[in-house]
Each structure stands twice: as C-alpha cells, then as structure tokens.
C-alpha cells in the first residue's frame, strides 16, 4: 500500500528469505514483551513514572530491523523497546533495564527511554523529541569515509516531524551523500495531538524529497510491504542515497501507560484498533494455509512463557549500587569523582 516514491529507486526484492510466519514471530514478541512492560509498571517494579508502549507499531519495528545487518547502527525514541528488541536485543536484559536494575542493558540508569548498546548498533534511545535524529548522521559519515557499507537508521515518532533538527539532519544526509535511512513511525497522535492538528501537509514523505532523499510513505497494516518498501530504500541508502520512510501505524494506547486517552472517542479507537498488523499476520497465515491455528498457538504460548520470565528475571535482579552511578560517565582513564555522602563523611573523620 506504498502511497508515494521519490525518485527511481531499484525495486529488488529483500535479500534474506524471512517468510510471514519468521515475521510474525518477531511481532508478536514485541507485542507481548511490551504488553509485560505495561504489566511491570502497574506492579510499581518499573523505574521512573514514565514509560511508553509500542503496541501496534510492531510491522514498523520488524520490518525495518529484519533487514538491518552486523555492523548497522540505529537510533530510538522513547517508544523504542519494540524496536531494539527487533533488532536482536535480549528480553531480559531490557526488562531489567526498565526496572532500573544493575543487570539491564545500561546497569539501572537509562530506564525505558534510554536503553543503548553498542555491540548492537544501538546508538541510543532519547526522551527527547528527534533527540537521536542527528546521530544517525555522523555514524553514516563514518561509515562511509571508513568504507563499512554499513548503513544508520533513525526512528522517531511523528511528533518529530515538526522538529527543526530533523530537516537539518536530511538536508546533511542528502547533502553529503550518507547512508542513512530516516523512519518515521506515524502512530496518529504526538501526546495528545491528532496529526491533522499538528501539520496541514499529512503526505510526511513528501518533506524528504525537496532535500532530494528517496521517499515512501507505506501502510503499516502489513508488515510484508512495510518490509518490500523498506528494502528498497535501505539498498539504496547502501549506495550513498539517503532514504526517508514514513510507516503510518496506529497508537493502540495512550501517550504514556497512565494516559487513559481521554483525547479520543471510543469510535477512534475501534476504527484504530482494528489496524492490528499482528492480527492481520497471523490472519494471512491461516487463510493462506502455510501455518496452521493450532501452530500459531502455540508459538503465542511459548512467547508467552518466555516473557513472562523477563518480568520474574527483573523483579529477582539486584539494584545496582550507588557507586555506580559515575560507571560509564567518564573516560576510562579517569577516576571517578567522589559521592558527596563520602566526601564528607571523609572531611568529618578528619582524613
């Protein structure tokens, strides 16, 4: 359901063999591992008062992240577990992040909006509105003075399509011929803002192509066609031709897990709703006959059980120490800087 494209772009198929049912697999993952998310925070086990679900983004996510490759990088929002997670990250590790624990991804410190690592490529996730947009650019510059062939891939929600640094960021990528992939999930609503009270031009790919990128904008209802649309924008951006894809989704919660969405009729929701991308996956599989119901089952009862373990790890993993709020802050070579509580403990003992 691609509605646009930019410029020619070779229209070659994805490289790797990933079938529906491997695609669905990964969604549902996501789907369930943030449906846990929700279920850590309204047990008071999840750090901080904020957190923010990605459930019925799931298409964006895997079908962009399936084609990514060793050596990519990327960047998140604060809508983001669903996404590294796609990209190879393990569960546990993540919810123990979330629950501000010493064994998640960052030790305890970064929490749900701040998750990173590096032997994945994941540059970081940012609270701020288009805050790891640029990011992506000086990692595409370095791979291509280094001749990587690797590319960097920036996702941001729709609200940071009215963000200055993004227009930046494509003009910069175009510009300098980057291999960079700017995504832009389009969930309908920035916080409490329906798109159309944000911006008057809805067509968001079209923004891209006066800064001369390759643009698309592709129905996130099935994945096999954000994956097609995405395939052709990341092989090209692997030859120095910067890409912009917008994947319009529909937000199935509120801007955060307390939000209620008061903002939106109970009619929204349902027309919403029923643009489930997991849903229409394993629908396809079914009326298709390549998986069975009873299969499908199946698969959903073992994700199941292995999420519901990542909730258990978290709860059981050990707070990280107060010491270690200065570990990877600075150089290495530096010595880390004195708590406060210990420096005058020292100056009263006279030390």
Known sequence: ???SQATAVADTAPRTNTALLELYRDMRRVRTFEERVGELFVRGQSAGSMLHLSIGEESAAVGVASLMKDGDTFTTHHRGHGIFLARGADPKRMMAEIGGKEEGYCHGKGGSMHIADMGLGHLGANAIVGGGIPAVVGAGLASKREGKGSI???FFGDGAMQQGILYESMNMAA???LP????CIN???GMGTRIEQATKGRALHERALAFGLNAETVDGLDVREVRDTATRLIDAARGGKPGFLAIECYRFFGHARMDKSPYRSEEDEA????KDPVLFARTALIESGESAETELDGIDADIGAEMDATIDFAIASKEPQLGSMFRDVYAPDQPE???VATRIDRILAGE
């Open 1 to 3: 359901m691609t509605t």
């Open 187 to 189: 969930n309908q609503y």
């Open 337 to 339: 800087p004195e708590a």
């Open 175 to 177: 510009l300098w011929d």
């Open 271 to 274: 027309q919403g709703r029923a």
């Open 152 to 154: 960097s891939v920036a």
């Open 180 to 183: 960079v992939l700017f995504v």
